[in-house]
């Protein structure tokens, strides 16, 4: 069936480090969107991207969508205490399916 | 805008019981979906209902089973309560013309199950 790999599932940094998640797709997406949990909470909607090579930025994080559209990554740039947290991929190989998800990376500030 | 509201928030049940949690959309958004979160199985999706019609379903038993009102106001049910049910249960919604793929989903805080 479709799947959406998502790497790391962890990933412990200095605060000031950056970061980065993977996600891979088995098949085309029609796009992609990223969510972010914080501990206790719900997931929230990050973003959307449609577009083959899209790149959009928030503030400290950096957003791309493959050629392909069969992959997409998350930067974030100098991580903050705030950042703390699970971030989650999703795509939509049709709009006439569910999304797929991936399985999360959390994101882990070391003392 | 209200956000998507989830109740009961806790709910504690023992095995062979039902449940029966409900979801109310944000006002206007006529696609709601359901998925199950355990420690260690990330969001798994249950399924999706929009104008009162399953329109996307997930791979579980068929215990779970869902319902949507007019009012997009949708409820999921469990019977025969098993262990394993125990994880945070969250509902999603979106405007929902075009499919759930394409869209953005807004979620609300979740009902914690807890199986005795």
């Known amino acids: 069936g479709q799947q959406v790999m998502q790497i790391p599932q962890y990933q412990h940094v200095q605060e000031g480090e950056d970061f980065t998640t993977y996600c891979n797709s088995s098949?085309?997406?029609?796009?992609i969107q990223w969510y972010k949990q914080r501990p206790g909470g719900h997931p929230v909607f990050l973003i959307q991207?449609?577009?083959s090579g899209e790149v959009k930025k928030q503030k400290r994080l950096t957003f791309q969508f493959g050629e392909a559209k069969k992959n997409s990554s998350l930067h974030i740039t100098a991580t903050q205490t705030t950042d703390v947290g699970t971030y989650f991929c999703a795509g939509g190989p049709d709009s006439n399916y569910q999304l797929i998800w991936g399985a999360g990376t959390k994101l882990i500030i070391k003392p | 805008k209200a956000g998507v509201t989830q109740t009961p928030r806790y709910l504690i049940k023992t095995r062979g019981q039902q449940v029966t949690l409900s979801c109310s959309p944000i006002?206007?958004?006529?696609?709601v979906s359901w998925y199950q979160q355990t420690p260690g199985q990330g969001l798994q999706f249950l399924f999706e209902y929009f104008s009162e019609t399953q329109r996307n379903k997930g791979n579980f038993p068929g215990r779970f089973s869902g319902r949507q009102f007019s009012n997009s106001r949708s409820e999921m049910n469990v019977s025969t309560l098993e262990l394993g049910d125990s994880a945070l249960y969250l509902c999603a919604s979106s405007l929902g013309p075009r499919g759930q793929g394409n869209q953005p989903q807004h979620f609300g805080d979740g009902t914690r199950l807890s199986i005795l």
């Open positions: 006002s206007g958004h006529r696609s």
């Open positions: 098949t085309t997406l029609s796009n």
């Open positions: 991207l449609v577009k």
